[in-house]
């Protein structure tokens, strides 16, 4: 499975983004899809899973209410709705992906390249 995420970029305090991953390989409609973000000088953290089908989400405590996470197994792709947008979720934004929905929130498997989101305050 590779991952390629896009949509990064600047925006302001309160805007909203959306990143999108495209996986390739013929796996991804069966494993769970997730993102995880690391900031300047921090560890890496979980911000968000979603199941095989799309039927169970999961969410940082932090990101409840303000992220959604959904996928498009038509198109191979998976999202992430990012709204009130804050300086502190300023950071590299990674898709990742993993057979089990309760691994990929700890350790997935696999990982694509970052993409840099920036919230100016």
């Known amino acids: 499975v590779q991952l390629q995420a896009s949509g990064g970029g600047l925006v302001q305090a309160g805007g909203s983004l959306k990143l999108s991953c495209t996986a390739s390989g013929r796996r991804f409609n069966s494993y769970s899809k997730g993102w995880f973000r690391q900031a300047p000088g921090l560890e890496r953290e979980f911000v968000a899973a979603?199941?095989?089908?799309?039927?169970?989400?999961y969410y940082a405590d932090s990101m409840k209410g303000r992220f959604t996470i959904s996928r498009d197994n038509a198109k191979n792709t998976v999202y992430l709705q990012m709204s009130s947008l804050k300086a502190e979720d300023t950071a590299v934004y990674y898709c990742?992906?993993?057979?089990?929905?309760?691994?990929?929130?700890?350790?997935?498997?696999?990982w694509g390249q970052g993409t840099l989101v920036t919230v100016s305050s």
């Open positions: 979603i199941s095989q089908s799309g039927s169970q989400t």
């Open positions: 990742v992906s993993d057979p089990s929905i309760i691994t990929i929130t700890t350790s997935p498997r696999f």
